[in-house]
Nanobody, 121 residues
Framework: QVQLVESGGGLVQAGGSLRLSCAAS?????MGWLRQAPGKEREFVAG????????GYADSVKGRFTISRDNAKNTLHLQMNSLKPEDTAVYYC?????????????????WGQGTQVTVSS
């Protein structure tokens, strides 16, 4: 069984930065960060293929967010720069049992509890 625990959320002013981390226990393959804002559906933010390191991003965060992983420590990170109020959401770390990340939340098999990110204007 895979367990994911996120950390690093908080309150930040627009233009600021935050770094999210996700500690994974158990075997994972591809992983991703997804988010859900109040009243909206959960959406893909960034993904990474665990073995190749190939990454992908939602258009709304390209150039501002960077996903990375530390295989030795089995951890996933999301560096978020130039944050905007519209980035406010609960951010979830998620993992799949397959090697390629996906952009649909339905394709993820394991989820963390989520961490709140609030960006004030």
């Amino acid at each position: 069984q895979v367990q994911l625990v996120e950390s690093g959320g908080g309150l930040v002013q627009a233009g600021g930065s935050l770094r999210l981390s996700c500690a994974a226990s158990g075997r994972t393959f591809s992983m991703g960060w997804l988010r859900q804002a109040p009243g909206k559906e959960r959406e893909f933010v960034a993904g990474i293929n665990w073995s190749s390191g190939i990454t992908g991003y939602a258009d709304s965060v390209k150039g501002r967010f960077t996903i990375s992983r530390d295989n030795a420590k089995n951890t996933l990170h999301l560096q978020m720069n130039s944050l905007k109020p519209e980035d406010t959401a609960v951010y979830y770390c998620a993992a799949r049992r397959f090697t390629l990340y996906k952009t649909s939340p339905d394709e993820y098999h394991y989820w963390g509890q989520g961490t709140q990110v609030t960006v004030s204007s």
